[in-house]
């Protein structure tokens, strides 16, 4: 479904999506948005590799991904901590700021009319959106109240039938935090159905 072109750009983009988790959330919101329509909707841009991914999924069912992020980065980005770069920083504020290197990847990807960037907070932007959504991804800050904030304020969203993404979904703690993995816990004790799971990448379905 991706061209060896955009290959180029996502294995260029900075970011934290496996290949094969790229892969699989495509594949989520390409049957999701067949099954119910879009849009889809992702909490947490970064520099854009998950948006190529959905991207490709948007254009190719005719319709287009939200992708949310206020580019100041998440906790666990700012400096000191295990995923920060100093190339996201900017010079002239020392605060982190992904939206360029975000542009650039969504027009080198050639997605600009299918990739919609939503620039600021999850929650207060959940709190004015209205449009019901076909596919949507939790990607955002990995703090608990912070992603748990992002599902109770986007979860009910879902369209019947569409499809819920949750990234970095570990069981054990060894493995990393665990904040995505009660989330997914919390949405199926809300009646999500699981679908799927590639690596730390778990897909529900909503009833
Ligand atoms: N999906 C990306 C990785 C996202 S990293 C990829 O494929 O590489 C998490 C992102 O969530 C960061 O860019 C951070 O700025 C953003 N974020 C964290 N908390 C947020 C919030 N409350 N609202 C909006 N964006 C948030
Ligand atoms: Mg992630």
Redesign the pocket.
Known sequence: MISDARWTVIRATK???PEAEGIALAEAAHAAALAVGGPLL??????G???IHLGCAAEATDTVLYT???????EE?QAGWDHHDTEVVDPATGRMD?LPFFRRAIEAAGLERSVVAVI????PVARSWATPLGFLFI???HALD?AMA?YEHWAGFVKPGGTLAI?DVFEHKEEGGQAPFEVWTRAVADGFAPIGTTGSLRTLRRA
Request: charged residues 20%.
């Open positions: 970011g934290f999506m992702e909490i947490g841009t970064y520099c590799k998950s948006a949310v992020d206020h580019h100041r980065g998440s980005n992904t600021g907070h999850s929650v990607d955002g800050g912070v992002d990234h």
